[in-house]
């Protein structure tokens, strides 16, 4: 079994910073892609940001130049900084891993539980 772990959502004033991270434990042999996703209520969940294991990073257009994905390898740990935040950046932001676990090299996607990003004065 894998888990995700994430962790620094909170309440922020727009134009205010957070940084979030997700750490992957487990049965883990390697990890393809980590990234984050975003789901606002009522609405469907969205890609925010991805990282390859070979340092590709992927950006939604609506947060391109505002956030930054980076990751560690070597921890299993991806991060997520966010600045020049903005109330229609509230949702729920998903922590994602494409990996392969220990167990037969089997090729398996896990989610986090979900922390919570309010953006609001």
């Known amino acids: 079994q894998v888990q995700l772990v994430e962790s620094g959502g909170g309440l922020v004033q727009p134009g205010g910073s957070l940084r979030l991270s997700c750490a992957a434990s487990g049965n883990i042999w390697g990890i393809n892609v980590m990234g984050w996703y975003r789901q606002a209520p009522g609405k469907q969940r969205e890609l925010v940001a991805t990282?390859?294991?070979?340092?590709?990073?992927d950006y939604a257009d609506s947060v391109k130049d505002r956030f930054t994905i980076s990751r560690d390898n070597a921890k299993n740990t991806v991060y997520l900084q966010m600045n020049s935040l903005k109330p229609e950046d509230t949702a729920v932001y998903y922590c994602n891993a494409d990996l392969f676990e220990t167990t037969w090299y089997r090729r398996s996607e896990y989610w986090g539980q979900g922390t919570q990003v309010t953006v609001s004065s």
């Open positions: 990282a390859s294991h070979g340092g590709r990073l």
